[in-house]
């Protein structure tokens, strides 16, 4: 008995760890100056979430759609016809999807950023924001 209670203990955080989601925070010097702070989550029960400090501003959106793509014709003319296609049409080898979101982060003050941000597979979101006055804001989370 206090076998199996040593080794539930020892789990736990494992477990609540998966339990979290995956979060990315702002890489500064690879993102517009007037970003002070900056996360990113795409999984996890809670769903997406991002937020983003800007000019003094804290703009953030939840819940939003995350798409997952791939190019199975440039996919099959880089690859070829052979195993290794077969293992990515058929879904087996998932390294070749691109994820996409198009959140529209909204302040307190009723201000939008709306975003577009990309990565692959074991990658890192970045992209840009378009403000109220069509200023383009460019980020990158690691």
Same mark, same amino acid.
């Given at each position: 008995?206090?076998? /199996?209670?040593?080794?539930?203990?020892?789990?736990? *955080?494992?477990?609540?760890?998966?339990?979290?989601?995956?979060?990315? &925070?702002?890489?500064?010097?690879?993102?517009? /100056?007037?970003?002070? $702070?900056?996360?990113?989550?795409? !999984?996890? *029960?809670?769903?997406?979430?991002?937020? +983003? !400090?800007?000019?003094? $501003?804290?703009? !953030?959106? @939840? %819940?939003?759609?995350?798409?997952?793509?791939?190019? +199975?014709?440039?996919? /099959?003319?880089?690859?070829?016809?052979?195993?290794?296609?077969?293992?990515?049409?058929?879904?087996?080898?998932?390294?070749?999807?691109?994820? &996409?979101? @198009? *959140?529209?982060?909204?302040?307190?003050? %009723?201000?939008?950023?709306?975003?577009?941000?990309?990565?692959? $597979?074991?990658?890192? *979101? &970045?992209?840009?924001?378009?403000?109220?006055?069509? &200023?383009?804001?460019?980020? /990158?989370?690691?």
């Amino acid at each position: 008995m206090n076998a /199996r209670i040593a080794i539930l203990v020892c789990l736990m *955080p494992f477990a609540l760890g998966g339990c979290t989601g995956h979060i990315h &925070s702002l890489i500064q010097d690879q993102s517009d /100056r007037d970003i002070a $702070v900056g996360t990113f989550r795409h !999984e996890g *029960p809670e769903g997406a979430a991002m937020v +983003l !400090e800007f000019r003094g $501003v804290r703009f !953030e959106a @939840q %819940g939003f759609a995350i798409e997952r793509n791939q190019n +199975l014709a440039e996919l /099959r003319q880089r690859h070829g016809s052979g195993r290794h296609y077969d293992q990515i049409f058929s879904g087996i080898d998932t390294d070749h999807y691109l994820y &996409s979101a @198009q *959140p529209v982060l909204r302040a307190a003050n %009723g201000a939008t950023l709306r975003c577009s941000a990309i990565w692959r $597979v074991g990658g890192s *979101p &970045s992209g840009h924001c378009l403000a109220a006055d069509a &200023s383009r804001i460019h980020f /990158r989370f690691g």
